[in-house]
């Protein structure tokens, strides 16, 4: 399993294509299939870019939990979850990839992106919004406190 760390600018070129982070790259270097999977976040405005090995994983989870033959509101949701999906492919030479405008504009990128690695993901952000898609401080430190009484 992949895991990413650090954070990358980037801006969309006049073709729509991003670069990929150096310390993006590199952790992509090992694997033998460099195919991503990118789709829009639920409840966030950002994308998340994950391998095709941790996109099946993760997708596989989801499906199983689901009964999307028997239970309208599961195929619903089975639906729109994979609506919003995009497979890509880095390119060898510089990284690039074109996600697609229909992805891009849910998330109000116009030129300049924040590539933030999550662990298991990349989430991508229009530029903007980045901050706007963190939690505060306060809210933070709260939450860490919550989590370690759960425990």
């Known amino acids: 399993m992949t895991n990413f760390f650090g954070k990358g600018t980037g801006k969309k070129d006049d073709k729509g294509r991003l670069v990929l982070p150096a310390v993006f790259k590199a952790a992509l270097a090992k694997l033998a299939d460099k195919t991503l999977v990118v789709r829009k976040d639920i409840y966030a405005d950002c994308l998340e870019i994950y391998t095709y090995e941790e996109w099946q994983r993760q997708a596989e989870g989801i499906r199983a939990s689901l009964d999307i033959v028997f239970n309208r509101d599961h195929a619903a949701f089975w639906?729109?979850?994979m609506s919003d999906c995009a497979t890509v492919?880095?390119?060898?030479?510089?990284?690039?990839?074109?996600?697609?405008?229909e992805l891009l504009d849910k998330i109000g990128v116009t030129r300049e992106v924040v590539f933030a690695g999550v662990g298991y993901k990349i989430e991508l952000w229009a530029k903007e919004r980045?901050?706007?898609?963190?939690?505060?401080?306060?809210?933070?430190?709260l939450t860490a406190k919550r989590?370690?009484?759960?425990?």
């Open 130 to 141: 980045r901050d706007a898609g963190l939690i505060s401080d306060n809210d933070y430190q």
């Open 79 to 81: 639906r729109r979850y």
């Open 147 to 151: 989590l370690s009484h759960e425990r």
């Open 89 to 101: 492919v880095p390119d060898d030479k510089f990284g690039r990839i074109t996600i697609p405008g």
